[in-house]
């Protein structure tokens, strides 16, 4: 197990350059099996998620070539349509695999998908998408069991609109036999980012980021070479971070549109931001000032992905704040090792009322969730006095050279084995 030692109470000053996006990127992973010639993604993050996406991809027979940030997948051997316990077990993402799995091989077996512990996340949604389009399904003994001797186009009307169920429909729509219409989708970003992969494969694709996707099925799709999106969340968590510390900040690679949400309440905190397309600039000055009411909403609305960041940055803003959790049971984890540090915290159900101390102080705290995680990180980075965020395995998930950028802005963070 790793840590990071912070010491705290320097100002973030300098560039950063954001990654490829997490969620993004792995949806495309997944959809690099639809075809049997080479794929090219470049710019894929180091994290952990990638890593075990890639892994699964081999395990099905695919060859991978990997560079720091580029992946080569070549899918032509792909033989296997049972994706590995063990693995899906560290990765929630896994489940886009049975979108593209059913598409390549009319059959797929995995088991219901891990990640982080922020809640049940039931993937009911993704199966009643591929029943309309006629897959049988059998769940048993902890597997959903998956087959279809022909996917045929189908409407599907969502009763939430869910980014992965959204993205699974369209990974198992785009060689079905007809035209699949997906009605309440989800309007998130990388969906558009996966429409315009599957695109530059061949696939007819229209409407992503509405809430209305028309995927009209195809024959076959060929390789192709794509750059994803830049990385939103991980930018959030940058400009979070400097305005909690103090500083100014010109994150590049997220264009502001992607998270105007968090831009406008960072505003209402009293940071000062500008934005030219993909770069945005955040100013922050003395102690910041506390927004009424956030509350986490699907796209365009306030992230889940950077609830928790910001609730560290409510902790030492001058007021009160209530943080509303929409999406997942559990993503109040953080609160309490936030408490150690000092924040004034009361959580209940659904809601958080955060009542702003002048400082936090430094503390032994845990990282028991990503977004959770990074919070911690930069709730320690404004702190006085030295942390210790202990199991950075969570972290390296979502987050690339994550220490490393943050020392170039002038964080005094360092990575050491416990």
Do not use: W
Not at 7 to 17: A, H, I, M
Not at 26 to 32: D, F, H
Not at 358 to 374: F, I, K, M, Q, S
Not at 380 to 402: C, K, M, N, P, T
């Amino acid at each position: 197990m790793e840590k990071y030692i912070i010491q705290g109470g320097n100002g973030l000053y300098g560039r950063v350059d954001i990654q490829s996006a997490k969620n993004s990127v792995l949806p495309l992973l997944a959809a690099s099996v639809l075809t049997d010639e080479q794929v090219k993604i470049r710019g894929v993050p180091a994290i952990a998620d990638v890593e075990n996406m890639l892994r699964i991809l081999t395990e099905l027979g695919c060859k991978i070539r990997r560079s720091k940030s580029c992946a080569v997948i070549d899918g032509a051997n792909a033989v296997s349509h049972e994706i590995p316990a063990r693995l899906t077990k560290e990765l929630r993402s896994s489940v886009f695999m049975l979108g593209s799995v059913l598409t390549r091989f009319h059959r797929a077996k995995i088991s219901y998908p891990g990640g982080c512990d922020i809640g049940l996340r039931p993937i009911d949604l993704h199966l009643f998408g591929l029943k309309r389009m006629g897959v049988k399904i059998v769940e048993e003994n902890g597997y959903v069991i998956c087959s279809a001797e022909k996917l045929k186009g189908a409407d599907v009307l969502l009763d939430f609109p869910s980014v992965g169920a959204t993205e699974n429909i369209m990974l198992a729509a785009v060689k079905a036999e007809g035209v699949t219409v997906v009605r309440n989708a989800a309007k998130e970003p990388e969906i558009i980012d996966l429409q315009n992969f599957l695109n530059a494969m061949g696939a007819k694709v229209r409407g992503a980021g509405s809430s209305t996707v028309v995927i009209e099925g195809v024959k076959r799709l060929h390789g192709v070479e794509y750059e994803p999106m830049g990385d939103r969340i991980e930018a959030g968590t940058f400009l979070i971070g400097a305005a909690i510390c103090g500083g100014e900040i010109e994150t590049k690679g997220v264009y502001a549109e992607n998270i105007a949400a968090l831009l406008h309440k960072l505003r209402e905190n009293g940071c000062k931001i500008y934005t030219k397309n993909d770069k945005i600039v955040l100013q922050s000055r003395g102690r910041l000032k506390s927004v009424d009411l956030v509350e986490t909403t699907p796209f365009p609305g306030f992230p889940t992905d950077l609830q928790a960041q910001y609730a560290s940055l409510c902790a030492t803003a001058q007021g009160t704040s209530i943080v509303v959790e929409n999406l997942f049971e559990t993503r109040f984890r953080y609160a309490a090792e936030l408490k150690r540090m000092g924040a004034d915290i009361t959580v209940r159900g659904r809601a958080a009322v955060i009542r702003g101390v002048e400082r936090l102080h430094g503390a032994l705290v845990t990282a028991n969730d990503l977004r959770g995680g990074a919070a911690l990180v930069l709730a320690a980075l404004g702190a006085e006095g030295q942390s210790s965020v202990v199991d950075l395995s969570h972290i390296d998930r979502g987050y690339a050279d994550f220490e490393y950028k943050l020392k170039k802005l002038g964080a005094k963070i360092k990575r050491v084995r416990v």
